[in-house]
């Protein structure tokens, strides 16, 4: 692969971090169906995934304006 073309695909790396775009659409609209407030994690090495998780989400927005 050309340096170029590496240097390229890093910087459309970043963005997607950036701009949270590393979800399939479709997991995207599936996680604001359920309305999930948790948290995903996903375990990168080599370009492979190693593992995935999630932690559900106790709390809602709601909860927090009690909290203050």
């Given at each position: 692969m050309e340096r170029g073309a590496s240097e390229s695909y890093f910087v459309e790396f970043r963005r997607k971090v950036q701009n949270s775009e590393l979800l399939a659409l479709g997991v995207s609209q599936l996680l604001r169906e359920i309305r999930f407030t948790g948290r995903v994690s996903v375990v990168v090495?080599?370009?492979?995934?190693?593992?995935?998780?999630y932690e559900?989400?106790?709390f809602t927005r709601r909860d927090d304006r009690r909290l203050i």
């Open positions: 090495q080599n370009g492979e995934i190693l593992k995935s998780g559900e989400g106790y």
